[in-house]
């Protein structure tokens, strides 16, 4: 169980209740219209979510910039399926799945029963390394802005998590110590080796089925929180 001192609870977002592998395989379906993509999706998505997983690791170790992630994913999952585009067809494609991400918003099952418990008890809040642009429209338009009090994005901290400047950027803008907050997240590097090493509390959202760590409190399903809290 969560220690009862419990004041704040931080959520990381895609993954953890927005299901970014379902909302982002249907903007890339729109994408591929738009430009005419004669690969098929199924076979697309199967190389490009483990190479967009891999860019996301180099973005939050500083490895890549935003910009060569929005390429390289593409350009990389293409060309394992023999495909080659221009870059500017690419950076088309780029900006267009941009847009059409926050148009879907499908969450994981029992987010808005898990928000509407926890908001009952405790203060809510957002820590994202998803890009700001991106994040406020999907929180406006999937109905979740409302249950969060803040929201800290890596890109106003200037680093990403798991570097402790943006948890304890979070923490300031909350009003609360990391003794009395807790952080659950999906990635167990960023969200909760990250949390871990500024004091606060971990869930680790598990939902790929990872083989657990030991010594850490984890949950295959969002309404197990509700055991813990």
């Known amino acids: 169980m969560i220690k009862p001192t419990i004041t704040d609870v931080f959520f ?6 927005w299901d970014f592998d379902r909302n982002s ?10 430009f005419s993509v004669g690969v098929p999706l199924a076979s697309f998505l199967k190389v490009y979510e ?15 910039t935003k910009t060569q992630l929005r390429r390289g994913r593409l350009i990389d999952s293409f060309s394992k399926l023999g495909v080659t585009y221009d870059m500017h067809i690419i950076d088309g ?7 059409e991400l926050p148009n879907n918003n499908y969450l994981f099952d029992g987010t808005f029963e898990l928000l509407r418990y926890l908001k009952e008890k405790y203060t809510l809040h957002i820590i994202t390394n998803g890009f700001s642009q991106v994040q406020f429209i ?8 409302p249950f969060f009090a803040t929201v800290t994005s890596s890109e106003e901290v200037g680093v990403k998590k798991p570097n402790p400047l943006v948890f304890t950027t979070a923490l300031v803008k909350a009003g609360a110590t990391a003794q009395s907050s807790v952080m659950i ?31 850490y ?8 929180i509700k055991d813990l809290l």
């Not at 990381?12 to 209740?17: A, C, I, M, Q, S």
């Not at 483990?50 to 490895?63: G, H, K, L, V």
């Open 93 to 99: 494609m780029s900006e267009a799945y941009i847009e």
């Open 138 to 145: 999907k929180l406006k338009k999937s109905k979740l802005a």
């Open 185 to 215: 997240g999906d990635t167990f590097d960023a969200d909760i080796l990250g949390a871990e090493g500024v004091g606060m509390d971990t869930i680790f959202f598990n939902y790929r089925k990872e083989i657990p760590k030991n010594g």
């Open 12 to 17: 990381d977002l895609d993954h953890t209740l």
């Open 25 to 34: 395989a249907l903007a890339l379906d729109c994408v591929f219209q738009r």
């Open 50 to 64: 483990p190479i967009n997983f891999n860019y996301w690791r180099e973005f939050r170790e500083e490895r890549v």
């Open 217 to 224: 409190k984890v949950v295959d399903y969002l309404l197990e």
